[in-house]
């Protein structure tokens, strides 16, 4: 099958211009180009493509023709008109008559496979199953694989309920499945397990619950914890996977299981994230992301599900998107794309050249962009970036000068710190700070905390829904020195924002401001001050 680690990123971003965000402003013009296209790009569920000798393969159940089928093109925008090759039919009366789920097409040792999950029509009885090729022809038919048991059903230890299987290669070279699991024989909770492989055909050894849905994220409506999908990068093996509810519009998000050991197995070995991708302007609900390589290798791009409607019975659809890769090899997905914004194809399709997928730490926001508005969001003033910790600005004026962090602008609880150092103050502005922002989700959507040294006070601002939330100051501490490096630190729990200042607990208008804000980018904003930042960073996510 082919692996994430043997994915090698080699154009970066050089200057600001061609960066992340600036980028995203500009493939976001409706209409700015014939090398674009649009979300959703065609209407299907629980995505899976692989990319082999040069063809994108993408699979799924009850396309009208067979209870399995996949769709082959040359690129991945070609996908969306690409025609259904039914490729198996299920057996009737059987263990694996019903319910087929998210068959994934995977090609391991020169050989095709289909890994699915069904029942025989109860879903407390879904199990995993696999499809082996009758040949070479990846569209040719598939015949339940001989894996010693019943229908090609592929067993572990537990026996238990079983959805969403994927196969991959972990950082140790070892074969690997994944699912989502019960702790039961039934359908009475969602987790995420690993099991280890002999081959494609059979697990051994002990399944290994690794994941459940602890955080308040993965409980929006439901404790869910399925569609995971494996990969590794740079030596270290990670596992995306969907989390809460799949059939509500706006509850369905995705989570990041971690592994930089060699103990596949070990659940202590894993660490969590998420949301690392929501819900955000009028994408909603995305989930099971995949990710897959561009043409010609320069960009990873990400395909999803989501709602483009909060009614009752919107259905879901496919969408894409460009994703970027931190500099700590983890996957920044941004905000969804709204549908009907238009978006550069991948890099290598219809003569277009990308800027590659490696992360900018500062530029634009994600959110503007997001809704094709090209105009707000985007960096203001002059800006020295040194790291994704620490930058400068340079420029004097009025109006609010902006820089943004490039990372995952998804969670939903956090701490963020910064230490600031004042530079200088000009004469343009008749209310001259700095300060940053502690969420930024688009322009009609925000929170920020300044300093103000001309009126000796910490100050907080927010726009929810377009409507301004209000200023409110509390005093500068005593012996507080701009020059100095002093430190603001802005916990953001659900929508409370409490502030501190060189470690030291603001009172009035800066304890426990609410603001009704899932999530948002953090930034530094500037009005007719030069300031240096350095610390910059968002911890304590849950």
């Known amino acids: 099958m082919n692996s994430m680690k043997d994915i090698v990123y080699t154009l970066a971003c050089r200057t600001l211009s061609i960066c992340l965000f600036v980028a995203l402003a500009a493939i976001l013009i409706r209409g700015a180009s014939s090398q674009t296209f649009t979300n959703p790009i065609f209407t299907s569920q629980d995505p899976w493509v692989t990319y082999v000798n040069g063809t994108y393969y993408y699979s799924e159940s009850y396309c009208g023709s067979a209870t399995v089928c996949i769709k082959a093109s040359a690129t991945l925008t070609g996908l969306s008109s690409a025609p259904w090759v039914g490729v198996w039919n299920a057996p009737a009366n059987s263990p694996n008559s019903g319910e087929v789920w998210a068959p994934e097409a995977h090609y391991i040792n020169g050989q095709w496979y289909i890994y699915y999950a069904a029942d025989d029509g109860n879903n407390n009885n879904h199990r995993l199953f696999v499809l082996q090729a009758n040949s070479s022809n990846p569209l040719g038919s598939y015949s339940e694989a001989n894996t010693g048991f019943p229908h090609g059903q592929l067993t572990e230890s537990t026996g238990n309920w079983a959805i969403d299987p994927d196969v991959f290669t972990a950082a140790d070279g070892r074969l690997y499945v994944t699912w989502s699991c019960s702790t039961t024989p039934i359908a009475d909770n969602q987790n995420i397990c690993v099991a280890q492989m002999s081959d494609p055909l059979h697990t051994i050894g002990s399944t290994a619950l690794i994941a459940q849905p602890t955080q308040a994220w993965e409980q929006r409506t439901a404790l869910i914890e399925e569609g995971p999908i494996g990969y590794v990068r740079n030596g270290k093996t990670y596992i995306t996977y969907s989390a809460s509810a799949s059939w509500v519009n706006n509850a369905y998000c995705v989570g990041l299981l971690t592994n930089t050991t060699s103990s596949i197995l070990d659940p202590s070995s894993w660490t969590k994230q998420g949301p690392i991708f929501d819900h955000h302007g009028t994408a909603y609900g995305p989930g099971s992301v995949v990710f897959v ?99 400068s600005s340079m420029s004097l004026g009025s109006g609010w000068h902006q820089n943004f962090s490039g990372w995952n602008p998804n969670f939903e609880n956090y701490t963020l710190s910064a230490s600031l150092q004042w530079v200088q103050t000009g004469t343009s502005s008749s209310t001259p700070k700095y300060g940053v922002y502690a969420a930024y989700s688009d322009v009609k959507n925000y929170a ?58 603001l009172s009035g208008a800066c304890t426990g401001r609410n603001f009704s804000l899932l999530n948002g980018q953090i930034g530094l904003v500037t009005e007719d001050t030069e300031a240096n930042y350095s610390g910059v960073t968002v911890s304590n996510t849950y």
């Not at 794309?337 to 194809?345: E, K, S, W, Y």
Request: hydrophobic share 35%; with cysteine; aromatic share 10%.
């Open 293 to 391: 390589q561009s043409v010609d290798g320069k960009e990873t791009w990400s395909l999803y599900h989501g709602f483009s409607s909060l009614k009752k019975n919107a259905v879901r659809n496919i969408r894409m998107q460009k994703l970027y890769w931190g500099s700590d090899d983890t996957p920044v997905p941004g905000y969804p794309i709204n549908p009907g914004v238009a978006i550069l194809v991948p890099s290598g399709e219809q003569g277009y050249v990308g800027t590659g997928s490696i992360l900018s730490d500062w530029g634009s926001a994600y959110g503007d962009a997001a809704e094709g508005d090209t105009l707000n969001g985007t960096v203001v003033g002059s800006w020295v970036n040194t790291d994704r910790h620490t930058s």
């Open 448 to 505: 920020s905390v300044w300093i103000d040294i001309k009126n000796k006070v910490v100050a907080s601002y927010a726009v929810v829904n377009g409507a301004a939330q209000g200023w409110a100051n509390c005093a500068l501490p005593s012996g507080f020195i701009p020059s100095n490096t002093n430190t603001l630190l802005i916990v953001k729990t659900g929508n409370v924002f409490n502030i501190s200042l060189n470690g030291s607990s």
